[in-house]
């Protein structure tokens, strides 16, 4: 069961920090009538995983995996068997419910996206994250479409296939093609789709929110990928108990004096790691990537510091201007032995 969730919440939120398949990693249908074509047009392989509403059918090759309800419509909640439940909800009334279970957050419209904005900007301004999207057993759908770049996201990764047979990368996708259609094919419009875009990716929210609209408020949130890094940051600390936890560069920093840096090295992008840190301690979030999975690091408030000043500054140099050069430089040296680099 392990597996099947972690690859239904790769196939929602669109990231993976695993290597993918030759074929499509993840595919749900709406459509059980729909698995047999799909199996025949070779979109899945051995090491695919096919979610497949009701029995699991026959199938040979591909995990078929069998479900009751919807992963595409608000409030609907998807369980297999009595093991596991998945809650679907909009982004407009998650802050009024109560999380009882896992949980994804889904942007189906232009009041979702202006409110997922709304509370970025009070993130970035005041330090003030959304309770509801830090709890750990909610993940956000669709990430490379709200700024946290493509990553290895596309059709090779995820394909949901509605019940009419369209095939996108989401339920709020722009389609691809059709049941039917074999990868080459798909993975043609999606690059089709995507060329000369400055903010991929334009498919998975395609027919939730315009996409010059889309593309415009990421334009000037070129934040938005470390936002969504924080959030998950957020996530982990939470799950292991902690409280009042603060994010650098989103409300202040840990050195106030680094609050001046112009143009932070932190915010470049969002795969860098993040500082975050409560009155007891200080944490190093790697945020998941494609050659690993996300990682938190506890460390005590002075190597905290140390750690803040390499990822604003972004070189051991630049930072020696704001603290202990000594210091910097074993902080920055233990970290990059553990797979972490702070500059």
């Known amino acids: 069961m392990g597996d099947t969730k972690r690859r239904l919440m790769q196939w929602a939120t669109g990231q993976a920090g695993d290597a993918l ?11 059980p009538g729909h698995l047999a074509a799909i199996i025949e047009s070779g979109l899945a ?49 998650s802050e009024y419910m109560s999380v009882i279970g896992p949980s994804t957050v889904r942007i189906f419209g232009e009041e979702d996206f202006e409110l997922y904005l709304s509370d970025a900007d009070r993130a970035a301004d005041e330090g003030v994250f959304p309770a509801f999207l830090t709890h750990p057993t909610v993940r956000i759908a669709d990430l490379p479409g709200l700024g946290a770049g493509p990553g290895p996201d596309g059709p090779r990764l995820r394909l949901h296939a ?79 108990g902690a409280a009042d936890v603060r994010v650098s560069g989103f409300g202040g920093r840990l050195v106030p004096g680094l609050e001046g840096v112009a ?57 020696a201007e704001h603290d202990d050069p000594a210091g910097l430089a074993t902080v920055a040296g233990f970290f990059s032995k553990a797979g972490v680099l702070l500059t």
């Open 162 to 240: 509605r019940a009419d047979g369209a095939l996108s990368t989401s339920p709020t996708g722009l389609p691809l093609g059709k049941v039917g259609d074999d990868l080459p094919v798909l993975r043609a419009e999606w690059d089709r789709i995507n060329a000369g875009g400055e903010h991929p990716c334009a498919v998975c929210l395609g027919e939730a929110v315009p996409e010059e609209r889309r593309a415009a408020e990421l334009a000037a949130r070129p934040w938005l990928g470390r936002y969504l890094t924080a959030i998950a940051g957020l996530q982990d600390l939470h799950a292991r």
């Open 21 to 31: 398949p030759e074929r499509v990693a993840t595919i749900v249908l709406e459509n």
């Open 45 to 93: 392989g051995p090491e695919s995983v096919i979610f497949v509403p009701g029995g699991p059918g026959d199938a040979e090759g591909p995990t078929i995996v069998g479900y009751d309800g919807s992963l595409s419509e608000a409030g609907a909640e998807m369980s297999i068997s009595e093991a596991f439940f998945l809650q679907t909800q909009d982004y407009g009334t």
């Open 263 to 319: 143009g932070p090295a932190d915010l470049a992008g969002p795969d860098l790691p993040l500082l975050l840190w409560t009155e007891h301690a200080a944490y190093i979030h790697q945020p998941v990537h494609q050659l690993g999975p996300a990682r938190t690091f506890e460390v005590e408030h002075r190597a905290g510091q140390l750690a803040e000043a390499l990822l604003v500054c972004g070189s051991v140099e630049a930072a």
